[in-house]
């Protein structure tokens, strides 16, 4: 697609319900992100994909956090068990780390709008 | 291991007035660098990175960014600040080819009428 694409922009679930949301990178980009952002704050990195190598889970904050990457395209991050401090947007990223270009495109990381979580 | 800091948690400028957004990091080798901006209930903007060349980056909105190696700065500048340009900046560094970014705590802007 033209963008990084997220859904649902929106989502409010009660506490301890399990949540999805996905992920659409940039057709071609072979590196995706997850990001945590509280409100107006900085960024919080939960997880790195690059290509076929073995995912980057070293942000992710606890074992309810896991994130797949299915054909090497669309994402989806799965909260098991929703607690109130997960409430936060979701960003998703995605880059071309397969091209040296020094082009607008090379080696830049292209965000989605974010989907945003309240956990009431 | 790469960090970025962004001294200043605000930054008020008068319209008009230029500005600048300081950014310094940390990283072994050659760094690529980045700006984004994120205004209110959006995602991040790219707005210019620097990977090689020419010290000073020209980027949208009439931003620029000048690398600075021996004090290991990137910092953000504008010669005439718009209300337009107050939202949240945020800096960031790769350290190589196919790592990880890794980005600032961010400088929320605020450019008074």
């Known amino acids: 697609g033209a963008g990084v694409s997220q859904s649902p922009s929106n989502k409010v679930t009660e506490k301890g319900k399990d949540v999805e949301l996905r992920c659409d990178p940039i057709?071609?980009?072979?590196?995706l992100y997850w990001y945590r952002q509280s409100l107006g704050q900085g960024l919080e990195f939960l997880i790195y994909?690059?290509?076929?190598?073995?995912?980057?889970k070293s942000g992710l904050p606890s074992d309810r956090f896991s994130a797949e990457r299915t054909g090497g395209s669309v994402s989806t991050l799965t909260i098991q068990r929703t607690q109130q401090e997960d409430s936060a947007v979701y960003l998703c990223?995605?880059?071309?780390?397969?091209?040296?270009?020094?082009?607008?495109?090379?080696?830049?990381?292209?965000f989605g709008e974010g989907s945003w979580l309240t956990v009431v | 291991a790469q960090s970025v800091a962004q001294p200043e948690d605000q930054v008020n400028v008068a319209e008009g007035n230029p500005l600048t957004v300081k950014c310094t990091y940390s990283?072994?080798?050659?760094?690529?660098l980045f700006w984004y901006v994120q205004y209110p209930n959006r995602g991040l903007q790219f707005l210019l990175k620097?990977?090689?060349?020419?010290?000073l980056v020209k980027g949208s909105y009439g931003f620029e960014a000048e690398f600075n190696k021996s004090q290991t700065s990137f910092h953000l500048k504008k010669p005439s600040a718009l209300v337009s340009d107050s939202a949240l900046y945020f800096c960031?560094?790769?350290?190589?080819?196919?790592?990880?970014?890794?980005f600032g705590p961010g400088t929320r802007l605020s450019v008074l009428p």
């Open positions: 990223a995605s880059s071309n780390t397969g091209s040296h270009s020094l082009s607008l495109s090379g080696n830049t990381i292209y």
């Open positions: 057709s071609g980009h072979t590196a």
């Open positions: 994909f690059q290509g076929n190598s073995a995912p980057d």
């Open positions: 990283v072994s080798g050659n760094p690529y």
């Open positions: 620097y990977i090689t060349g020419d010290n």
């Open positions: 960031a560094v790769r350290a190589t080819y196919g790592q990880n970014f890794v």
